[in-house]
Each structure stands twice: as structure tokens, then as C-alpha cells.
């Protein structure tokens, strides 16, 4: 399966900062592929110039197997594109935004507005004033726009940031039905829990390199288990009490001062809680806190670089 | 023709303007305002009547008495003082000092630099000349004309449409572009095969779609209020208007080529439109300026389109006539244009 879009060297520097400093990435025709990362890791930079709005200060970039530099108007037909926070023409109604867009696209490939209103659930909303709509609905629309040239690739820069959880609940149902009509997704994103929900594969990006790659599943496997535990004890006890217990990947001591505890990776809970309780038995230690859950991209990223995705 | 992109650019350009309230108050009434304003103020009132003071004597009353019967004079009776004070302080114009009796000489006191001091003279020793006498040699008849299309408010009319047209089609454009650029919303239109030029002519064209109704607005009521006359054709004026909009576009388009945002924009249009408003013969001729500069100020689009305007609308000239300043429109639209598609920046 031919590549979709292809990263080689991808650099991009402004006066005083890096933004993407070497970045390799291929997706594949018919995925969604996400990249993950906090903000200011150079995802919207790279999105951009996957796009054609931002030439790169170095590196192969190849969409479709054309050329930004030679290809720009075929390439702009066959792609579509929304953008962190755009403002629309704020006092046109939505019908007729979607009706402008339209008339930019070759009038054999471009959808059909009726269609789209309907896919986007904007249909009760077609003659509102852009402005009046809410945040959850501009995002459609803006997608709505994005879909409008029926493209081949469609680019979504931070689809649900802002929105209320609802809202982001909508709006990944309308994308996993791009995906299902076979579209090429690309999509990035701060939050994991969108990663893991809507990507085929994922590019974990920081500081403008990509750190990770692979499904979430694989990412996920890959820092040592599906489960963590998080234990806090009355008696403090070191991760080497713990480590060699039956189910127990790995063992690391979290926090500092009063509120120190442990982490662990382990592989099936069934099998290691109860033999972690048994050692604790052993140890006179009582815990305080526990916590069991299943791992997430944000794990990843910690385990990673020792910060989380979201800074907040 | 709804599936042009040009078409629905053009649309969305205009359905945006009438959608926003204040814009069609600034197009179309403003420019009223501003025309009632200059009209009372520059109003017709028949000759100015000079004022004179007669200072205070034996002939003070008999002179006052043959002054008063001159209708362009205004006669105070005032003592020596107070009338070389208001003399000093341009209160009056002249003064007139009879003397002690009839065997001195009448003293005419004014201030030689002034025109209207030297016209005061000139009717109240006429005046006084007459009564004791004077005939004329020759015989002479006077036949007098309105010449209408020569008041002020004729002169000035063409003047505020040109300046009317020149900041609309400048902050019509500059505006409404950085402000799509601040957005983000050029952005979004550069990721699609959207054509550069067509989104900048959509400017143009809806611009042009406003200017007969300001025209009209602008004339019909000043000829409602002033008697202000088209001597020309109404069409050639229309065509003259709609070209002088388009071309002076361009210069909006270049404000906006690269402006980030729209107080570096407001910036860019004051510079392009408040020097040409003081130069280009909108509210006083621009002869007034230095010999040295003419050449420069006739070049200028607003130069010349008023000065092509007002030889239809006061003058009665045809369209055709009006080579030379169609010639400098024509160029600055075009070039303005060129250098604005160069130059613009989308992001």
C-alpha cells in the first residue's frame, strides 16, 4: 500500500526556535493516523506544512505522491483541511458558507451541501449567522468544510479542543464516519483519550521529534503492561519490596516527602493484586490508596519524558 | 453562473456588508451629513455687507445718512477711540472721518492689505462722491447672470464624492481583508484551490455594485437641497464614478497586501487617503498649493478624479473629453492591482 503522506527530515525553524527539529513519518492510505503530543510539541507546525501552508526550512514532504513545490493546485483539490479555532465569515448563514466553499472544488467531485448538512447534523442549523452558532457546531461546520471537496486526505488540527464533553462525543462519531467511508485521516491532537479512540496508528511527538510510533495498543504494551496500580502504603516501602511479587512488570517509587508511593506495571490483576496483598501482609503494611486502572497514552508519554500530555 | 467561485465570492462579500449595521450608515448617510454640513456653512448670502464706522462729529450724522443708503455697507456711528480700536482689531474696515466741517477733507482710514478694506473705500467714496455730484463720462449698462455650477456648493459636491469614493473603496477593502487575515479566515481559503485574484476581485466588484447608489444619493440630494446641477450626462458620471471606485481599489488592496493587523492597517489607509483629501482638491482648490508641486497633485487618482468630475458635473464636458485624468486612473488601478497580487501574503 503506497504511502498517503511521506515525512523525511522534516525540519522547520523560525528566528529563535525549532519547531520541528528532524521528523520522520509515513501514513498510510486509509488510516487515521494521529499525532500526539503537549502543546508547543510542533504538531500544528507539521500539520501545516503537510497541508501547504507553511514551506519547511528542510526535509522530503510528499502528500499523495505529489510535491508542494510543483503540484499546489492539484493537491489543494484533493485535500481539506480544518484549523485550531478558525473564524469563519462570521454573517453568512451556514448554508451559504457551505455553498462558497463549494464552488471552489471541481463541480463533478464536490459533495452535495444537502448530504453534508445532514452528515454533520447541521441540517436545523443551515440559516443561522455563523456567529450565532455554538462551539461544538463551528467545529462541524468547520469539518463540514473540510469535507466539502470530498478529498482524498482530510487534515484536522485539534478537532475537540474547547468543546464540552458532549460535544467532543459528536464530533469523534462524525470523524469515525469519515474513517469508515475509507478516508484518509490525519489529525492531531493533546488528548489521549481521542488518540486512542479514533487512531488507527500514532506519532508521539515532543519538542519537534517524534518519540513513539505504533497503534495505541502497541504504545501501550510497549512501557510494560495494560494495568497499572498506583499504592500508597502507612509504611513507606521501597519499589524492590514489591518488584519480584508474581504479576509484577515493574515497580517504580512515585512523589517526594509526605506523599510517597509506588507505581506498577503489572500484567494480569487477577494474579497480582492478591499476591501483592499477601506481601504487604508480610511487610506489616497496610496501604492507604489504591489504585488499579488500565493504561493510557498519557502513561506513555510520562514514561517517556516524565511529563504529561496536558500541562494543566 | 451561482457555481463560479468569482460569483460567490463576489455575494458573500456583499451579503456580509449589508448584514453589518454600521457599514450602510457610513457608506450612504455620512457622507450626507457631511455635505448639509459644508453647505450651510459655505451658503449663498447674497455679497457680505462691509462694515464701516463713521467717527463721531459735525458731518458724523449727514455722512452716516448717505452711507446707509448703500446696501453693501453696514454704517456704525462711533467716537474716535472705540473706531480706531475696531479698526485695529479688523472689527471694521474702514472708518470714515468727517473732519470739522465741510472744508476739510475726508479721511478714509483702513488697512490697504486687506481686499474687502480697499472694496469698503472704493463703494463709500463712491457713495459719498455721487451725493455731492460726481456724473459719469461714459454710459454704461450692466447685465447680470446666476452663473450656476460657480457657487461654492457646485464646486464642492464633486469634491466629497470623490473623497466619499476613495474611503470607501479603501476601507472597504484594507478593512474587511486584514480583518480576514487577523481571523485566520485567509488562512482557511489558502488551503483550498480557492484563486488568489478571484478573492481579491470579489473586493472590486462589490465595491462597484454600491457606487450608483451613493452617486445618486449624494446628487439627488444635493440638488434637492443646494440646486447643485449635473451640467453633463448623468451616465458619463456614473461611468466615471464606477471607474474611479475600481481604480482607487487597488490602493486599498495594497494596505492590505501585508498588514497583520488592522491598526497597522488603519495606519496604511490614513496615510493613503488624509493627504490626498488636503491636496487633491476636496474642500479648497488645490491651486492654492506651491507652482513647484502641481505636476505631483494632478497625478494623484483622487486629483484625477475630481478634476474630471468637475468638468462634467459643473462644466458640461463629455466622458470622452477627459483623457488625461481617465489615463492616470487607468494606471493606478492596474498598477495598484499588479504590485497588490505580488505582494499579498495570506497568512
Given at each position: 500500500?503506497?504511502?498517503?503522506?511521506?515525512?523525511?527530515?522534516?525540519?522547520?525553524?523560525?528566528?529563535?526556535?525549532?519547531?520541528?527539529?528532524?521528523?520522520?513519518?509515513?501514513?498510510?492510505?486509509?488510516?487515521?493516523?494521529?499525532?500526539l503530543?503537549?502543546n508547543?510539541?510542533?504538531?500544528?507546525?507539521?500539520?501545516?506544512?503537510?497541508?501547504?501552508?507553511?514551506?519547511?526550512?528542510?526535509?522530503?514532504?510528499?502528500?499523495?505522491?505529489?510535491?508542494?513545490?510543483?503540484?499546489?493546485?492539484?493537491?489543494?483539490?484533493?485535500?481539506?483541511?480544518?484549523?485550531?479555532?478558525?473564524?469563519?465569515?462570521?454573517?453568512?448563514?451556514?448554508?451559504?458558507?457551505?455553498?462558497?466553499?463549494?464552488?471552489?472544488?471541481?463541480?463533478?467531485?464536490?459533495?452535495?451541501?444537502?448530504?453534508?448538512?445532514?452528515?454533520?447534523?447541521l441540517?436545523?442549523?443551515?440559516?443561522?449567522?455563523?456567529?450565532?452558532?455554538?462551539?461544538?457546531?463551528?467545529?462541524?461546520?468547520?469539518?463540514?468544510?473540510?469535507?466539502?471537496?470530498?478529498?482524498?486526505?482530510?487534515f484536522?488540527?485539534?478537532?475537540?479542543?474547547?468543546?464540552?464533553?458532549?460535544?467532543?462525543?459528536?464530533?469523534?462519531?462524525?470523524?469515525?464516519?469519515?474513517?469508515?467511508?475509507?478516508?484518509?485521516?490525519?489529525?492531531?491532537?493533546?488528548?489521549?483519550?481521542?488518540?486512542?479512540?479514533?487512531?488507527?496508528?500514532?506519532?508521539?511527538?515532543?519538542?519537534g521529534k517524534?518519540?513513539?510510533?505504533?497503534?495505541?495498543?502497541?504504545?501501550?504494551?510497549?512501557?510494560?503492561?495494560h494495568?497499572?496500580?498506583?499504592?500508597?502504603?502507612?509504611?513507606?516501602?521501597?519499589?524492590?519490596?514489591?518488584?519480584?511479587?508474581?504479576?509484577?512488570?515493574?515497580?517504580?517509587?512515585?512523589?517526594?516527602?509526605?506523599?510517597?508511593?509506588?507505581?506498577?506495571?503489572?500484567?494480569?490483576?487477577?494474579?497480582?493484586?492478591?499476591?501483592?496483598?499477601?506481601?504487604?501482609?508480610?511487610?506489616?503494611?497496610?496501604?492507604?490508596r489504591?489504585?488499579?486502572?488500565?493504561?493510557t497514552?498519557?502513561?506513555?508519554?510520562?514514561?517517556?519524558?516524565?511529563?504529561?500530555?496536558?500541562?494543566? | 453562473?451561482?457555481?463560479?467561485?468569482?460569483?460567490?465570492?463576489?455575494?458573500?462579500?456583499?451579503?456580509?456588508?449589508?448584514?453589518?449595521p454600521?457599514?450602510?450608515?457610513?457608506?450612504?448617510?455620512f457622507?450626507?451629513?457631511?455635505?448639509?454640513?459644508?453647505?450651510?456653512?459655505?451658503?449663498?448670502?447674497?455679497?457680505?455687507?462691509?462694515?464701516?464706522?463713521?467717527?463721531?462729529?459735525?458731518?458724523?450724522?449727514?455722512?452716516?445718512?448717505?452711507?446707509?443708503?448703500?446696501?453693501?455697507?453696514?454704517?456704525?456711528?462711533?467716537?474716535?477711540?472705540?473706531?480706531?480700536?475696531?479698526l485695529?482689531?479688523?472689527?471694521?474696515?474702514?472708518?470714515?472721518?468727517?473732519?470739522?466741517?465741510?472744508?476739510?477733507?475726508?479721511?478714509?482710514?483702513?488697512?490697504?492689505?486687506?481686499?474687502?478694506?480697499?472694496?469698503?473705500?472704493?463703494?463709500?467714496?463712491?457713495r459719498?462722491?455721487?451725493?455731492?455730484?460726481?456724473?459719469?463720462?461714459?454710459?454704461?449698462?450692466?447685465?447680470?447672470?446666476?452663473?450656476?455650477?460657480?457657487?461654492?456648493?457646485?464646486?464642492?459636491?464633486?469634491?466629497?464624492l470623490?473623497?466619499?469614493?476613495?474611503?470607501?473603496?479603501l476601507?472597504?477593502t484594507?478593512?474587511?481583508?486584514?480583518?480576514?487575515?487577523?481571523?485566520?479566515?485567509?488562512?482557511?481559503?489558502?488551503?483550498?484551490?480557492?484563486?488568489?485574484?478571484?478573492?481579491?476581485?470579489?473586493?472590486?466588484?462589490?465595491?462597484?455594485?454600491?457606487?450608483?447608489?451613493?452617486?445618486?444619493?449624494?446628487f439627488?440630494?444635493?440638488?434637492?437641497?443646494?440646486?447643485?446641477?449635473?451640467?453633463?450626462?448623468?451616465?458619463?458620471?456614473?461611468?466615471?464614478?464606477?471607474?474611479?471606485?475600481w481604480?482607487?481599489?487597488?490602493?486599498?488592496?495594497?494596505?492590505?497586501?501585508?498588514?497583520?493587523?488592522t491598526?497597522?492597517?488603519?495606519?496604511?489607509?490614513?496615510?493613503?487617503t488624509?493627504?490626498?483629501?488636503?491636496?487633491?482638491?476636496?474642500?479648497?482648490?488645490?491651486?492654492?498649493?506651491?507652482?513647484f508641486?502641481?505636476?505631483?497633485?494632478?497625478?494623484?487618482?483622487?486629483?484625477?478624479?475630481?478634476?474630471?468630475?468637475?468638468?462634467?458635473?459643473?462644466?458640461?464636458?463629455?466622458?470622452?473629453?477627459?483623457?488625461?485624468?481617465?489615463?492616470?486612473?487607468?494606471?493606478?488601478?492596474?498598477?495598484?492591482?499588479?504590485?497588490?497580487?505580488r505582494?499579498?501574503?495570506?497568512?
Amino acid at each position: 500500500m503506497d504511502a498517503a503522506i511521506r515525512l523525511q527530515g522534516l525540519v522547520k525553524q523560525y528566528d529563535d526556535v525549532t519547531a520541528v527539529a528532524g521528523l520522520d513519518l509515513e501514513v498510510r492510505r486509509g488510516e487515521c493516523f494521529g499525532l500526539l503530543g503537549p502543546n508547543g510539541a510542533g504538531k500544528t507546525t507539521t500539520v501545516e506544512i503537510m497541508e501547504g501552508l507553511t514551506a519547511p526550512t528542510a526535509g522530503v514532504v510528499e502528500v499523495l505522491g505529489l510535491r508542494w513545490d510543483k503540484d499546489a493546485d492539484q493537491l489543494r483539490a484533493r485535500i481539506g483541511v480544518t484549523l485550531q479555532e478558525t473564524k469563519l465569515f462570521e454573517k453568512l448563514t451556514v448554508e451559504e458558507t457551505l455553498r462558497l466553499f463549494r464552488t471552489f472544488y471541481d463541480r463533478q467531485r464536490a459533495r452535495d451541501v444537502e448530504t453534508v448538512l445532514r452528515e454533520m447534523q447541521l441540517s436545523e442549523k443551515r440559516k443561522s449567522w455563523v456567529q450565532k452558532l455554538s462551539g461544538g457546531q463551528r467545529q462541524r461546520l468547520a469539518v463540514a468544510l473540510g469535507v466539502m471537496g470530498d478529498p482524498d486526505i482530510l487534515f484536522l488540527d485539534e478537532p475537540t479542543t474547547g468543546l464540552d464533553p458532549q460535544s467532543r462525543r459528536a464530533l469523534w462519531d462524525t470523524i469515525s464516519a469519515l474513517r469508515a467511508r475509507g478516508k484518509t485521516v490525519v489529525l492531531t491532537t493533546h488528548y489521549m483519550d481521542e488518540a486512542e479512540f479514533l487512531c488507527d496508528r500514532v506519532a508521539v511527538v515532543d519538542h519537534g521529534k517524534r518519540i513513539a510510533l505504533g497503534s495505541p495498543a502497541q504504545l501501550i504494551d510497549d512501557i510494560g503492561g495494560h494495568h497499572l496500580v498506583e499504592l500508597s502504603t502507612d509504611l513507606p516501602l521501597p519499589p524492590e519490596a514489591v518488584s519480584d511479587v508474581a504479576g509484577v512488570r515493574s515497580a517504580r517509587a512515585t512523589g517526594q516527602g509526605a506523599a510517597t508511593g509506588l507505581a506498577l506495571s503489572i500484567g494480569e490483576p487477577h494474579v497480582a493484586l492478591p499476591a501483592l496483598f499477601t506481601r504487604l501482609a508480610a511487610h506489616h503494611a497496610r496501604p492507604t490508596r489504591l489504585v488499579s486502572r488500565a493504561a493510557t497514552l498519557d502513561d506513555v508519554f510520562l514514561s517517556l519524558t516524565g511529563r504529561t500530555l496536558r500541562e494543566d | 453562473m451561482t457555481e463560479s467561485p468569482l460569483f460567490a465570492l463576489t455575494m458573500a462579500r456583499i451579503r456580509e456588508f449589508l448584514r453589518e449595521p454600521g457599514a450602510v450608515f457610513w457608506t450612504f448617510g455620512f457622507p450626507l451629513l457631511i455635505t448639509v454640513a459644508l453647505g450651510i456653512a459655505f451658503r449663498e448670502q447674497g455679497p457680505p455687507r462691509q462694515v464701516v464706522a463713521v467717527i463721531e462729529g459735525p458731518r458724523a450724522s449727514e455722512l452716516a445718512g448717505i452711507l446707509r443708503a448703500e446696501p453693501l455697507l453696514a454704517v456704525e456711528l462711533l467716537p474716535a477711540d472705540v473706531a480706531a480700536a475696531r479698526l485695529r482689531a479688523a472689527a471694521v474696515l474702514l472708518t470714515v472721518d468727517g473732519g470739522a466741517s465741510a472744508a476739510d477733507p475726508i479721511v478714509y482710514r483702513f488697512d490697504p492689505a486687506r481686499p474687502e478694506a480697499r472694496g469698503a473705500r472704493r463703494t463709500a467714496d463712491e457713495r459719498l462722491q455721487r451725493q455731492a455730484g460726481r456724473r459719469d463720462a461714459l454710459a454704461t449698462r450692466d447685465e447680470t447672470t446666476v452663473a450656476r455650477g460657480g457657487r461654492y456648493v457646485d464646486w464642492m459636491v464633486p469634491g466629497l464624492l470623490g473623497m466619499q469614493l476613495l474611503s470607501g473603496a479603501l476601507w472597504g477593502t484594507a478593512w474587511n481583508i486584514v480583518t480576514a487575515r487577523q481571523r485566520r479566515l485567509l488562512k482557511r481559503l489558502a488551503a483550498t484551490p480557492m484563486r488568489r485574484g478571484h478573492y481579491l476581485l470579489s473586493f472590486r466588484l462589490a465595491g462597484l455594485l454600491f457606487v450608483p447608489v451613493q452617486v445618486a444619493v449624494l446628487f439627488v440630494f444635493a440638488r434637492l437641497a443646494f440646486g447643485v446641477q449635473i451640467q453633463g450626462s448623468v451616465a458619463a458620471v456614473m461611468a466615471l464614478s464606477l471607474f474611479g471606485s475600481w481604480s482607487f481599489a487597488g490602493l486599498g488592496l495594497i494596505a492590505a497586501a501585508r498588514a497583520q493587523n488592522t491598526e497597522t492597517a488603519n495606519g496604511l489607509v490614513n496615510l493613503l487617503t488624509l493627504p490626498m483629501f488636503v491636496l487633491c482638491g476636496v474642500f479648497f482648490s488645490s491651486n492654492r498649493f506651491p507652482g513647484f508641486v502641481q505636476p505631483l497633485i494632478r497625478f494623484l487618482p483622487l486629483s484625477a478624479f475630481n478634476e474630471a468630475l468637475r468638468h462634467i458635473v459643473n462644466d458640461g464636458a463629455s466622458l470622452a473629453s477627459q483623457g488625461a485624468p481617465l489615463a492616470i486612473l487607468l494606471v493606478w488601478g492596474v498598477v495598484s492591482a499588479t504590485v497588490a497580487l505580488r505582494m499579498f501574503r495570506w497568512t
